[in-house]
């Protein structure tokens, strides 16, 4: 009789060491899951936040050389920390165009040209020349390319 109560609290405590093994886990695998979501969703926001630094132009009435000169800087400096001198298939890359020349890669001598036309071009009630902006996202969900149309 003793041996058959050491054997059931033995079976007992089998049982309750694979219960315990069997919650820890599934809380294992469950904060596994939440992380990987809180990870995908940081991604999301993080690439929310870089796009809309150019699609917010998209969205403005008016756009002036000033806006355009801001976009061409944030473009320079995505295409400089990825090291990318042109597009060349890559989804990194942003590409600016103004009418119809890529600006992205200007120098500042040739950006100050840009200036200076455009205030040559103020109109009677002293307004800048303004500009329409179409925002180009890629098949992996960032910004490649934004063009400037004069309006």
């Known amino acids: 009789m003793e041996n058959a109560s050491k ?6 405590s089998v049982l309750i060491g694979i219960l315990v093994l069997s919650v820890a886990v599934y809380i294992f695998l469950s904060f596994g899951a939440s ?3 809180i990870h ?8 929310n936040e870089f796009n809309t630094q150019f ?9 002036t050389i000033y806006d355009i000169i801001t976009v061409v800087n944030l473009a320079k400096d995505n295409n400089e920390y990825y ?13 600016v165009i103004l009418e119809t020349s890529p600006v992205e890669n200007s120098s500042k001598e040739n950006l100050q ?6 205030m040559s071009e103020i109109d009677t009630n002293y307004k800048l ?7 180009t996202i890629n098949k992996v969900g960032r910004v490649s390319e934004v063009k400037f149309t004069k309006k």
């Open 40 to 47: 995908s969703e940081i991604d999301t926001n993080r690439l």
């Open 35 to 37: 992380a990987k979501q």
């Open 55 to 63: 699609t917010a132009y998209e969205l403005k009435e008016e756009n």
């Open 83 to 95: 090291g990318l001198k042109n597009k060349e298939n890559n989804n990194l890359y942003i590409s």
């Open 7 to 12: 054997a059931l609290l033995l079976a007992a």
């Open 129 to 135: 020349p303004s500009y329409s902006c179409t925002v």
């Open 113 to 118: 040209q840009l200036i200076e036309k455009d």
